[in-house]
């Protein structure tokens, strides 16, 4: 249940008890298994969104999504015409949060009982702006992580924007966090040898960043300049980010590093035939260079594109990356890199395509392909990504098709083999009445001859959730369906299991009330 009270045109003070997570849960991101960062997932709840805008800063410390199973929660609102106040307050059942390493990232959940609150403040001063973020989580068993900062923002003319960020934190984590993220056993105390190779090994970097024997405090700074005016762009980000920074409210899914990525380009318009407006053509490069604090390689890479916007709603970006990169540690037990964490050179080309030709269709489509390394085995293969896409919306129905289609081969032969399928389906008989339609069904296959340590041949989950929507009035919503869900796992045999099943009626009721 949700509820709001407007005091004036300017300030709301909201309240929600169990807000409907079945939203969040229906359009999750998958990800490729060889990505070791962690994938972004939006925001659906709609407690969250109505604030989101208020916390959104360069460096993202407020992700709501880490608040995984609330059980009630308030928040406040002010925006003036030179200000805006944020405040927020939950209570959570579980603790998640991203847990970084310079080299990826990885998801800790505990069934710990924590708190999460946010606090911001900006203060407008014509075309500068200046604003402090505070968030703090805690819980069982002196678990706490505060992150508090300043940002700014300077619109030095129309095209031209700086902005900057610096925060710091102070974190206490328990045992029982580590021992999430153990790759196997009880890794926090079974004796761990010194060289502990990647693939045969209980312990990983994750398990060492959530160093409980010890209070961790750090700063994560990041400058941005940006020009983007109608001839040309280039800009200039900067990131510093300290070996024990945390963010356990926020999306920081990198620590341990410093980035310089630098880009310049022009731009040029034309007419297309049959076309009204006026089509823009763009090319630019791109430079990254990521060392660790310790001034270790991470990433050096150079990147060339060129750009299409205009006919028929076209977007065609296209262009070859060169990388000298690590993904990984040879020994598990050390967050050393150098020869710990050999550089890989990869080249590949990557495109994006979306075009609109009528109105009621857009297709997308999307790939990589070239030499890329992987990193749950340490090698260089070739990747081959094609990600095509179709959406139809006329009146009252919406349906969005998109599939994943992804092989990694090597000298002996495929690695691995993904493939994502994704259907929904949307339609609203009525202005009270609506449906909603959703299918998932994964594929993962891992060549296990050629696999470093164990894992699953062959999974595959399937999911189909249906939700019948009635909403009589904006203040209420009555929701009602199924979802079933059924997995296979080859190392268990080869057959299909309903894993879950779910039949559920929802009330949502939004109390609003203003005072003037």
């Not at 709840?45 to 609330?70: A, D, K």
């Not at 708190?115 to 900006?122: G, I």
């Not at 800009?235 to 899914?253: A, M, T």
């Not at 190392?491 to 009626?505: C, S």
Request: some cysteine; glycine content about 8%.
């Amino acid at each position: 249940m949700d509820a709001k009270v407007r005091f004036g045109t300017n300030k709301t003070l909201g309240l929600t008890v169990n807000p409907n997570f079945t939203e969040v849960e229906s359009d999750i991101a998958r990800d490729s298994i060889n990505n070791p960062f962690n994938p972004f997932k939006p925001e659906k709840r709609s407690f969250f969104q109505s604030g989101s805008p208020v916390y959104n800063t360069l460096l993202p410390m407020v992700y709501t999504r880490n608040i995984r199973f609330p059980e009630w929660g308030a928040n406040y609102i002010q925006n003036t015409r030179n200000s805006t106040t944020g405040l927020f307050y939950v209570e959570d059942a579980e603790t998640e949060f991203v847990m970084p390493d310079n080299l990826g990232s990885d998801t800790m959940n505990v069934a710990i009982e924590s708190n999460a609150s946010a606090f911001r403040y900006e203060q407008s001063f014509g075309k500068k702006s200046l604003g402090v973020l505070g968030t703090l989580r805690q819980g069982q068993d002196n678990y706490h992580n505060y992150v508090g900062g300043v940002d700014g923002l300077w619109d030095l003319s129309i095209d031209d924007k700086l902005r900057f960020q610096l925060m710091y934190s102070d974190t206490q984590y328990n045992e029982a966090f580590a021992d999430d993220l153990c790759e196997s056993g009880d890794c926090t105390r079974d004796p761990i040898p010194d060289f502990c190779p990647l693939g045969n090994c209980g312990t990983n970097a994750y398990v060492q960043r959530a160093d409980y024997e010890r209070k961790l405090t750090g700063h994560a700074f990041r400058f941005n300049y940006k020009h983007d005016g109608p001839n040309g762009l280039y800009w200039l980000n900067y990131y510093d980010v300290h070996r024990d920074f945390r963010g356990d409210l926020g999306f920081q899914k990198q620590v341990d590093y410093r980035s310089v990525n630098l880009a310049y380009g022009q731009k040029w318009y034309l007419r297309v035939p049959n076309d009204d407006g006026e089509s823009r053509i763009r090319a630019y490069g791109v430079f990254t260079e990521t060392r660790s604090q310790a001034n270790e390689d991470i990433e050096t890479a150079y990147a060339l594109y060129g750009e299409f916007r205009g006919w028929k709603q076209t977007v065609f970006r296209f262009g070859p990356t060169w990388k000298s990169r690590a993904v990984n540690r040879i020994n598990q037990n050390s967050l050393e890199l150098g020869d710990n964490a050999p550089l890989f050179d990869e080249h590949y080309w990557l495109w994006y395509y979306e075009i609109s030709p009528w109105s009621q269709w857009t297709f997308n489509f999307d790939g990589k392909y070239g030499e890329q390394a992987d990193s749950d085995n340490l090698r260089l293969g070739d990747l081959r990504e094609f990600k095509p896409r179709v959406r139809y919306q006329l009146g009252h129905i919406e349906i969005d098709a998109k599939a994943t289609h992804r092989i990694f081969d090597v000298e002996e032969g495929q690695l691995y083999k993904e493939e994502f399928y994704t259907l929904g389906v949307t339609y609203r008989s009525s202005k009270i009445f609506s449906h909603r339609l959703l299918w998932l069904y994964d594929i993962t296959e891992r060549n296990l001859a050629i696999w470093l340590g164990s894992e699953t041949a062959k999974e595959t989950s399937n999911s189909v959730e249906y939700t019948a929507i009635y909403q009589p009035s904006s203040a209420l919503r009555i929701l009602s369906g199924f979802k079933f869900e059924d997995e296979l796992d080859s190392d268990v045999d080869d057959k299909r299991y309903l894993t879950n099943r779910e039949l559920y009626v929802k009330l949502e009721y939004t109390f609003s009330k203003g005072f003037d």
